[in-house]
């Protein structure tokens, strides 16, 4: 008689690669956003997601 194949032991082993890809990607972000900050420039890390921040611009005093 053939073995059953034991799908559950594949696929827990797919969601721990994905799971440790995750997690290297999230690391590198991190690191990516520690180091880019060592500049001095504000790259508008302090907005929210997708949100672009433009300078104030003075307004004439009458």
């Known amino acids: ?3 059953k194949t034991n799908y559950s032991f594949e696929k827990r082993q797919r969601e ?11 690391e590198a ?10 500049d001095g420039l504000d790259s508008g890390a302090d907005a929210p997601d ?3 921040t433009e300078p104030q611009q003075d307004k004439p005093t009458e």
């Open 1 to 3: 008689m053939a073995r």
């Open 16 to 26: 721990l690669q994905k799971k440790e890809k995750k997690a290297a990607k999230a």
């Open 29 to 38: 972000k991190r690191a990516a956003r520690q180091g880019g900050d060592e």
């Open 50 to 52: 997708g949100v672009q």
